[in-house]
């Protein structure tokens, strides 16, 4: 059973190649074709998994699509369903026509057949908050508590979800306009940046506000309802998220309310950091509302947390403390660029029935590079090159003497988050790094922090406590003690996003930080994405190559090779 499982609406689309139930391969259109946060169909990304796996597109049996329209079409459009000025039109104008006499619930997905070259390729419509509550088949527990928060998909913009085997079933729905997400990127947008793209920089921002007396904490909070049930509304005369053609999330009322302008410098005051403070501090206060109130109803220790909001690996890092979660699992592609993977999960697992046979241990699921290649090309552009036999000893020696290197090796992640295959990798004990690394490739916010990868046997040592981390996903609080010895990943306010890495999730890596360890006593590496502002993060030897010439890198390592300049 070979099934594409795609996210085709909104930003960040994707394709993911599930065979058999084991997931084969992933990748963002971005990565291929070069357009940060791209919202074109994945045209690319179902060409190169193809490609990749010498399939043709007629031996595909199904596509899972992670979004539903029928649930749109139950607000019945007489003008779109009536305009046929464009033929095909009809595709939606008769399911439109023909929902209005169905009185019963819509489905949580739907079915087209598609006749391609003699073969019926299905086509699987999946409900967009059951598609990330999948996430649960590839999670590695047998039974599990499921939260969903983004900011809407279809009608929904969250939802509590059990997981038992085969089967996920829904417990209750959180219904757009009171949406977390939304609600984030508010403040994203009052703050400066981008709305649902630049959130990590007002979650990086938070940690500059001050905590107490901090005056719009009570005043964002009074904005917001929590109920027992674990749901919350929005004071939605606050807000303008929810009116398409208004063109910010926030409106007047807010700014009002909170004696705030929009921020239209490139840095930030004081007074936006507070912001982004209380803004955060609030995000949490729902978010821990919604998961106590589901450990309630389901009192599973287990929990599978997806959506756009998983990303907040802030708030993710708090879990085990303010819940009575124990074990979680926050796959590395929470946001709608894995939505599509969960959809093939949810058709492959739950709508065919078929056995759970994967757990997901890594994110390298895009292309990889032999090292003939990697020749092939360094010779084409004629290009000075060294062979070393030892990647990994060559790049932790060039770290420990000050060197900022890009490594490229292995698949290309998938995801937001480089964990050590397309890298940029730098010395911790440095407490200049950050503002070297921006002036050289990053170019970005002097408050965004950077993240350290950190060998998992020795995570307790460094910070105050364990957590697996091995997507990135979580921010933990850095030993007091210890935070002189590593400034150079030591946020504002005392905290690190960790990557733990073990060497069973990445061989490679786990070698290059234990090297590391042994020249300089530091069990860690500072880990951030290979590329460079505004593009997305590198994914064949050109683009590495690119990012070189077009950046102050001193080495880039590419498999075996090694090019300084
Ligand atoms: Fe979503």
């Not at 089967?167 to 939304?182: A, C, M, R, V």
């Not at 964002?220 to 999330?249: A, C, Q, S, T, W």
């Not at 074990?327 to 939505?339: H, Q, R, Y």
Request: glycine share 6%; aromatic share 14%.
């Amino acid at each position: 059973m070979k099934i594409l499982g795609l996210n085709t609406i909104g930003f960040n689309t994707s394709a993911s190649l599930v065979i058999n139930g084991k997931l084969i391969g992933s990748i963002e259109e971005e990565r291929l074709n070069r357009e940060k946060r791209t919202r074109k169909f994945p045209i690319k990304s179902i060409s190169y998994l193809l490609n990749k796996n010498n399939l043709k597109f007629e031996q595909i049996d199904a596509l899972a699509i992670s979004w539903n329209p029928l649930i749109n079409l139950e607000k019945f459009n007489f003008s779109q369903s009536e305009d046929k000025s464009f033929i095909p039109n009809i595709t939606f104008s008769v399911p439109s026509y023909v929902l209005k006499l169905n009185s019963d619930k819509t489905p949580d997905f739907f079915v087209q057949d598609l006749k391609f070259k003699k073969k019926t390729i299905k086509i699987y419509y999946i409900n967009h908050h059951i598609s990330h509550a999948s996430s649960f088949f590839f999670s590695g527990f047998d039974n599990s508590a499921i939260l969903t928060l983004d900011a809407f998909g279809e009608k929904q913009s969250g939802g509590f979800y059990i997981g038992k085997k085969n089967e996920i079933n829904k417990l209750d729905s959180f219904y757009f306009p009171h949406s977390l997400g939304s609600f984030y990127s508010t403040f994203t947008e009052i703050c400066g940046f981008q709305p649902q793209s630049d959130e990590w920089k007002l979650m990086g921002a938070s940690a500059y506000g001050i905590k107490s007396n901090n005056i719009f904490y009570k005043k964002i909070r009074n904005l917001v309802d929590l109920y027992k049930n674990g749901k919350f509304e929005l004071n939605l005369k606050y807000f303008n998220h929810y009116m398409f053609h208004r063109p910010y999330f926030f409106n007047k009322k807010l700014l009002t309310h909170l004696n705030i302008k929009k921020n239209k410098k490139s840095n930030l005051s004081q007074k936006y950091y507070n912001l982004s403070y209380a803004a955060q501090k609030v995000f949490e206060d729902i978010l821990f509302n919604s998961l106590n109130a589901l450990y309630k109803k389901t009192k599973s220790k287990n929990l599978v947390f997806a959506g756009g909001c998983a990303l907040n690996c802030l708030a993710n890092g708090k879990i085990i403390k303010k819940t009575r979660f124990e074990n979680i699992f926050i796959p590395p592609v929470p946001d709608d660029s894995g939505a599509g993977l969960g959809a093939a999960f949810y058709l492959n697992n739950q709508i065919l029935r078929r056995k759970r046979s994967y757990v997901m241990k890594n994110n390298y699921l895009g292309p990889s590079y032999t090292n003939n290649e990697v020749l092939s090309v360094l010779k084409k552009y004629k290009l000075s090159y060294e062979y070393i036999s030892n990647p990994s000893l060559v790049g932790a020696k060039l770290i420990s003497e000050n060197k900022i290197i890009g490594w490229f090796q292995g698949s290309l992640e998938f995801g937001d988050r480089a964990l050590g295959n397309r890298s940029i990798l730098a010395d911790p004990r440095k407490k200049d790094i950050k503002s070297k690394i921006n002036k050289i490739v990053k170019y970005r916010e002097p408050f965004r922090p950077f993240a350290p990868a950190v060998l998992d046997e020795h995570v307790k040592n460094y910070f105050t406590e364990y957590q697996e981390s091995i997507f990135m996903e979580k921010t933990v609080n850095v030993k007091k003690k210890k935070q002189k010895l590593i400034p150079g990943i030591v946020h504002k306010d005392g905290t690190a996003r960790l990557q733990t890495v073990k060497k069973i999730n990445n061989p490679k890596f786990y070698k290059l930080i234990e090297e590391f360890y042994k020249l300089t006593n530091i069990p860690m590496v500072i880990n951030t994405s290979l590329n460079y502002k505004g593009d997305p993060i590198c994914s064949s030897i050109e683009d590495i190559l690119k990012t070189f010439y077009l950046s102050g890198l001193d080495v880039i390592i590419i498999n075996n090779y090694i090019i300084e300049k």
